[in-house]
């Protein structure tokens, strides 16, 4: 099992932007697809981003298309989410996930999770 720790959020302005990164650790972190989703008080978990084991194949919500780019540097165990041009309706705790090998948009194909790191954008 690879553990997760994500950091990088905190209290912007709309049309601010932040980076999110996720640093794994216990396994080899080339093995997984990655996956960052949201949470909003009262909603349901949300799929942001996915991207495969190399970096080569992303996919992206509708909701961040253009806005939001997800990234991975392999030799540092590390996943990152670019966020520009922030919303409020972006306000949400954001976790990154571990996938082995398969890219998946649902959450529930992922086993592997961070604590999160919350993310607030005010207007």
């Known amino acids: 099992q690879v553990q997760l720790v994500e950091s990088g959020g905190g209290l912007v302005q709309a049309g601010d932007s932040l980076r999110l990164s996720c640093a794994a650790s216990?396994?080899?972190?080339?093995?997984?697809?990655m996956g960052w989703f949201r949470q909003a008080p009262g909603k349901e978990r949300e799929f942001v981003a996915t991207?495969?084991?190399?970096?080569?194949?992303?996919h992206y919500a509708d909701s961040v298309k253009g806005r939001f780019t997800i990234s991975r540097d392999n030799a540092k165990n590390t996943v990152y989410l670019q966020m520009n041009s922030l919303k409020p309706e972006d306000t949400a705790v954001y976790y990154c996930a571990a996938n082995n090998y398969i890219v998946a948009t649902n959450a529930h194909e992922y086993d592997n999770w961070g604590q999160g790191t919350q993310v607030t954008v005010s207007s």
């Open positions: 991207i495969s084991t190399s970096g080569g194949n992303t």
């Open positions: 216990g396994r080899a972190f080339s093995s997984y697809a």
